[in-house]
């Protein structure tokens, strides 16, 4: 078991090789779509890449990814599977997001032994959703 400080050292470590093994510029925020994000996450249960949409008006959030949803086919036949769409998708602070990501279960951030599984899935996951993104994010945005 680690101590707090220990805990934030280990995560700092990670990030950071993490970016050295993979040195680029993710596209991550810079979406051009307010609130529309992809992110990476990891604890010490499983690690996941998402597409999250956290747009405040609920009705421009559901077209967000009803568009993504309206994509599904493609997605996963050319770019990635194993996908979870949701809708509504409470955070534990109680925001509903929409949300789509595919995770990596049986990893502990905290065991080094998983590091290089989690780096390779990181960037093989991400890639696809941008690479995904990139091709149709002209489609995406017209929701007017």
Known sequence: MY????????KQEFWVTFAEKYPRKWVLYDTKIKDFSFKFFVDNTKAQVSIDIE?????????????????????EDEFIKDLVYQKN????NGKTISKIWVEKLG??????????AIYDFF???????EMFYLEYDEFIKDIE
């Open 107 to 116: 990893i502990s951030v905290s065991n080094r032994v998983y590091w290089d």
């Open 123 to 129: 960037f093989e996951k991400m890639h696809a959703l």
């Open 3 to 10: 101590s707090k400080q220990e805990n934030q050292r280990l």
């Open 55 to 75: 747009h405040r008006n609920e009705d421009k959030r559901l077209a967000y990814f009803d568009k993504i949803v309206a994509l599904k086919n493609i997605l």
């Open 89 to 92: 998708h409470t955070l534990e």
